[in-house]
């Protein structure tokens, strides 16, 4: 310790301490670990969303398949697709769920007949953060979708459901 330090009245061994260091280093760590915490209930709450499509998919896929819907209103206004999307708990999701059922070529050529495949797609907007903008994180939707491929065991007629292309690119 120099002579003008001492005269000073300045303690040397306080200057050196490292009290305040864990204090820093937590500040500097602590946006990382929020930002982590953060993604992992986004992909939790995606992940949630894609198990609720195929559900509602697959749903879909066993009454299309017997082209029967034991639970729709006997006067047939309602589709397949619009029993499902009305009595699933869509509450979660982003957006109101889109159900598209593709009749694919079976092995003679055709489409609709019995033991033909028949492709349902559920598909729903997923919004980053709840549609919320924060500084230096994705923002935006994603279309998610799910897929269930069934061989048709009743002749299709076009009353329960109809075809159309799927609901995604």
């Given at each position: 310790m120099t002579a003008a330090v001492a005269r000073r009245g300045i303690d040397v061994e306080g200057l050196r301490s490292e009290q305040g260091q864990t204090l820093v280093e937590f500040a500097l760590i602590l946006p990382l670990l929020l930002l982590l915490v953060l993604g992992i209930f986004e992909f939790a709450l995606a992940f949630n969303t894609k198990n609720d499509l195929n559900f509602l998919a697959n749903t879909a896929a066993r009454y299309?398949?017997?082209n029967a819907c034991?639970?729709?209103?006997?006067?047939g206004s309602d589709t397949i697709a619009d029993y499902?999307?009305?009595?699933?708990?869509?509450?979660?999701?982003?957006s109101p769920p889109q159900?598209?059922?593709?009749?694919?070529?079976?092995?003679?050529?055709?489409?609709?007949?019995?033991?033909d495949p028949l492709k349902v797609t559920a598909c729903a907007?997923?919004?980053?953060?709840?549609g919320v903008s924060l500084p230096g994180m994705p923002s935006g939707t994603i279309t998610l979708?799910?897929?269930a491929t069934v061989r048709i065991l009743q002749p299709y007629d076009n009353?329960?459901?109809?075809?159309?292309p799927p609901c995604h690119s």
């Open positions: 299309a398949e017997v034991g639970g729709c209103p006997s006067n499902v999307e009305n009595t699933a708990n869509t509450g979660k999701l982003a159900i598209t059922f593709t009749l694919l070529p079976g092995p003679s050529g055709s489409s609709g007949a019995v033991g907007d997923f919004s980053y953060l709840g979708w799910s897929t009353s329960l459901y109809h075809n159309t």
